[in-house]
């Protein structure tokens, strides 16, 4: 064993903890005593602590480290190795001896180690006592006030992790402590300040800045619905040994003297609510998608659980009558809490509310209102046994009950609930959620209008596009018609084919500008009237101009037509234009050609004359009309849109029923934006 260890100027001649720990001033000698108690080693921080340098102690008795003993009495040296060989390891204070004689406390830890050839040597570690006194002293006075501060505190890593925090701040996160450990400080608490209190702590730990007393508004994720003040102030930590380095902290709730940003934080959260809400009611015009929006607009950074629930008015002028029972649809609804709470908001599609239920206070007032979960307003509210024992299971303790009107009618009712975990609803809670449903009701109204048009025009729009097309031997007809997108579901395409005396057949196709009900009458009026036109055999120009004047008069500003006159005796394919996309020929050899000579500005221009524009028709051949949904579209133009018309024309198969349909998949979107119309006919020829 060496006599001495080399040591590092920069370390002293104890053993050091880093600078900063609670241990930075206590220092540790090492020395090792052989089976004749004598100093065979003389280690680090032993001249310190006892004054000799290691030539003048080694091999000498391990005694002179010690006071004198009393009269018959072991010295200290030789009891404290006994100790260490017999127990393995053995602690305790001795007086011990400097070298300048004066006599001072110490500790010691002993344990017996083998040594060089298998001898058993004494391993001592001494420290001064006043100084061990001084670290006890700190240690409890830390556990004491880690385990009663009435102040928060806290140890963060550099990643703002939770490595260490007393009750007190568990207490106020609404968390046990356990639950902390190894989350991240944003994972805990909740602020409405965009991150700026992150930003404070990263500041701390990446720059060693010290921030005292600072204000910060928010909320934990063990009491979200309650708002805090808390002045809290940090400091780093210097990464101590075995310790990373991080962030200690002082949080002390000062909401009662803060009320001023309680409230600010309270509203800022209010308006983030209504600002999430805002952008999320609405995306789309469909009753149960924008009531879902609204549920989970609530649930559940506003309550615990809700429903939205349309009513069944008989009329929408019907006077709320209190006397009668209300029926509803449950059409969207959501919670955050087990079973049966989940059974409770979706296990109903009809619900009924007698008279005298909470639903019909609320209704009497068109206000929001706030009921406490009680058995008497299950017993006015919920007649239903089995669901009454559900709200009772739930854990639900409130109810905030919110009209949804728009227009002035009532279109239903939103509810929502919160556990007895939670807060209940305060008066700025009945004003958000008198907001909330004010925004989903108009936006419900808009939806149920929409739908109610829509559907108005579906069905105007069934009845007057032609219910079968007029047929003829010499003319084999495949006809499509495919809808744009939701929005635009109900357009302004039409076509027709009529049956003319002399076997001669028209071929009819147009297209009125906008959707809705609007431009379905608008399109009924001009099939209609241009297939009366068609039966006097006017020639394909006159029956445009005619429709033209027809246009003008029922004020239809835009709309586009071509007519098509055939006559099979001779193969000649009269037609005329209203500035509609031209007809493409697909001769029997393959060959597709378009008609591009057919002019005219569109019905309801006026002002210029139409003309009509020949071609003889081989037998075979197919005539392609269609509308522009077919080769207009976003990010592709009309003339691109027509080339690869073209193309697939030149690919298809024999049978008209499987060309449309080749068509349609290859060159319409799956969501197209405009309506679509595709008629294929392929004419023959009379027998001479």
């Known amino acids: 064993m060496p006599a001495d260890r080399p040591r590092d100027a920069n370390a002293g001649t104890s053993l050091w903890s880093e600078p900063g720990s609670l241990l930075e001033h206590v220092a540790v000698a090492v020395f090792g005593i052989d089976d004749e108690n004598r100093i065979c080693y003389w280690g680090p921080g032993a001249h310190d602590l006892f004054g000799h340098q290691a030539p003048d102690v080694l091999a000498k008795p391990g005694a002179m480290l010690f006071a004198e003993p009393s009269a018959d009495e072991p010295d200290a040296c030789s009891r404290m190795a006994a100790r260490g060989r017999a127990e393995g390891y053995w602690r305790g204070r001795l007086l011990a001896r400097h070298q300048d004689g004066t006599d001072f406390d110490c500790g010691f830890r002993v344990f017996p180690v083998t040594g060089v050839e298998g001898r058993s040597v004494v391993m001592a570690l001494s420290s001064r006592g006043d100084e061990l006194d001084r670290v006890k002293t700190n240690l409890a006075f830390l556990d004491a006030l880690f385990e009663r501060c009435p102040i928060g505190l806290?140890?963060?890593?550099?990643?703002?992790?939770?490595?260490?925090?007393?009750?007190?701040?568990?207490?106020?996160?609404?968390?046990?402590?356990?639950?902390?450990?190894?989350?991240?400080?944003?994972?805990?608490?909740?602020?409405?300040?965009?991150?700026?209190?992150?930003?404070?702590?990263?500041?701390?730990?990446?720059?060693?800045?010290?921030?005292?007393?600072?204000?910060?508004?928010?909320?934990?994720?063990?009491?979200?619905?309650?708002?805090?003040?808390?002045?809290?102030?940090?400091?780093?930590?210097?990464?101590?040994?075995?310790?990373?380095?991080?962030?200690?902290?002082?949080?002390?709730?000062?909401?009662?003297?803060?009320?001023?940003?309680?409230?600010?934080?309270?509203?800022?959260?209010?308006?983030?609510?209504?600002?999430?809400?805002?952008?999320?009611?609405?995306?789309?015009?469909?009753?149960?998608?924008t009531a879902q929006e609204l549920v989970e607009a609530a649930v559940p950074d506003f309550s615990d659980g809700a429903v939205v629930e349309l009513v069944d008015w008989l009329d929408e002028r019907e006077v709320f009558d209190p006397a009668l029972p209300v029926m509803t649809r449950r059409i969207a609804s959501g919670t955050v809490l087990p079973a049966p709470a989940t059974e409770l908001v979706s296990g109903v599609d009809v619900v009924h509310y007698p008279p005298g239920s909470a639903i019909h206070q609320m209704l009497r007032t068109g206000r929001p209102i706030t009921v406490p979960v009680t058995r008497e307003f299950m017993v006015r509210t919920i007649p239903d046994d089995r669901r009454a024992r559900l709200m009772a299971e739930s854990g639900l303790a409130c109810l905030l009950l919110a009209p949804l009107i728009a227009r002035g009618t009532v279109q239903g009712i939103a509810i929502f609930g919160r556990s007895a975990a939670r807060a209940t609803f305060t008066e700025p809670d009945l004003s958000l959620a008198g907001e909330l449903a004010s925004r989903a009701a108009l936006c419900l109204d808009n939806a149920r209008l929409y739908s109610r048009e829509r559907d108005i025009a579906l069905t105007l729009q069934r009845a007057l596009l032609p219910s079968s097309l007029g047929t003829s031997p010499y003319l084999h007809i495949a006809h499509r018609y495919l809808p744009g997108g939701r929005v635009?579901?109900?357009?302004?395409?039409?076509?027709?084919?009529?049956?003319?005396?002399?076997?001669?057949?028209?071929?009819?196709?147009?297209?009125?500008?906008?959707?809705?009900?609007?431009?379905?009458?608008?399109?009924?009026?001009?099939?209609?009237?241009?297939?009366?036109?068609?039966?006097?055999?006017?020639?394909?120009?006159?029956?445009?101009?005619?429709?033209?004047?027809?246009?003008?008069?029922?004020?239809?500003?835009?709309?586009?037509?071509?007519?098509?006159?055939?006559?099979?005796?001779?193969?000649?394919?009269?037609?005329?234009?209203?500035?509609?996309?031209?007809?493409?020929?697909?001769?029997?050899?393959?060959?597709?050609?378009?008609?591009?000579?057919?002019?005219?500005?569109?019905l309801g221009v006026g002002g210029s004359p139409f003309r009509t524009t020949e071609a003889l028709l081989p037998d075979g051949a197919t005539l392609v009309l269609y509308t522009d949904g077919l080769i207009e579209a976003r990010g592709r133009d009309i003339d691109e849109g027509l080339q690869s018309l073209r193309t697939e024309l030149g690919r298809l198969p024999d049978s008209l029923e499987a060309a449309a349909d080749q068509i349609l998949e290859r060159l319409v979107p799956s969501s197209p934006a405009d309506d679509t119309v595709l008629l294929l006919a392929r004419v023959h020829r009379l027998p001479r």
């Not at 009458?521 to 009237?529: C, E, N």
């Open 154 to 289: 806290v140890m963060l890593d550099e990643d703002l992790r939770y490595l260490h925090l007393n009750q007190a701040l568990a207490d106020m996160n609404g968390l046990p402590i356990e639950e902390h450990l190894g989350r991240r400080l944003t994972e805990i608490m909740i602020t409405s300040e965009g991150g700026e209190y992150e930003r404070m702590l990263r500041t701390v730990v990446a720059e060693g800045r010290t921030v005292v007393g600072v204000r910060v508004g928010m909320r934990t994720l063990g009491h979200p619905d309650r708002d805090l003040v808390l002045s809290v102030s940090f400091f780093p930590l210097t990464g101590a040994v075995g310790t990373r380095q991080g962030v200690g902290g002082l949080l002390v709730d000062v909401t009662d003297r803060e009320q001023a940003i309680v409230e600010a934080t309270a509203t800022r959260q209010r308006l983030a609510l209504l600002d999430r809400a805002s952008a999320r009611f609405g995306t789309t015009l469909d009753v149960v998608t």
């Open 488 to 602: 635009t579901e109900v357009g302004g395409d039409w076509y027709d084919v009529i049956a003319l005396p002399g076997d001669h057949v028209g071929l009819l196709v147009g297209d009125v500008m906008g959707h809705g009900v609007a431009a379905a009458a608008s399109m009924g009026r001009l099939r209609i009237t241009a297939k009366a036109l068609a039966r006097h055999h006017q020639v394909p120009h006159e029956l445009v101009a005619e429709l033209d004047l027809c246009a003008r008069e029922a004020g239809i500003e835009l709309a586009t037509c071509l007519y098509i006159h055939y006559d099979p005796a001779s193969g000649r394919a009269r037609m005329a234009s209203a500035g509609h996309p031209p007809p493409l020929v697909l001769q029997p050899d393959g060959r597709t050609d378009v008609i591009d000579e057919v002019l005219g500005v569109p």
